[in-house]
Nanobody, 125 residues
Framework: QVQLVESGGGSVQAGGSLRLSCAAS????????MAWFRQAPGKDREFVAS????????YYVDSVKGRFTISRDNAKNTVYLQMNSLKPEDTAVYYC??????????????????WGQGTQVTVSS
């Protein structure tokens, strides 16, 4: 069992930055690939970024490449999402996710074992 708690969301103007954190409980955190998803009002939940168990492999959806960085600290049971050059279209609830099994880069929501409660990110123009 893994419990995930996100923090760091908020409101920012376009071009600004935010850093999301996701604290995980459980001693098996390092065995999971981790991911961030987001869901805007009226839209499906979409994959944003993922990272393998050691942090050596990362993958991003095209719309955030070069602006977002996912990282993890297994000693702290925490995964991060650094978001720079934010755009109004990045506005969404952001969810931390734990994915079981072999790392596969891109994930669909139905492949996720555990979800956080979500944190709101609002980017104004």
């Amino acid at each position: 069992q893994v419990q995930l708690v996100e923090s760091g969301g908020g409101s920012v103007q376009a071009g600004g930055s935010l850093r999301l954190s996701c604290a995980a409980s459980g001693r098996t955190f390092s065995s999971y690939a981790m991911a961030w998803f987001r869901q805007a009002p009226g839209k499906d939940r979409e994959f944003v970024a993922s990272i393998n168990w050691s942090g050596s492999i990362t993958y991003y959806v095209d719309s955030v490449k070069g602006r977002f960085t996912i990282s993890r600290d297994n000693a702290k049971n925490t995964v991060y999402l650094q978001m720079n050059s934010l755009k109004p279209e990045d506005t969404a609830v952001y969810y931390c996710a734990a994915a079981p099994g072999y790392y596969r880069r891109n994930y669909y929501p139905n492949e996720i074992a555990y979800w956080g409660q979500g944190t709101q990110v609002t980017v104004s123009s």
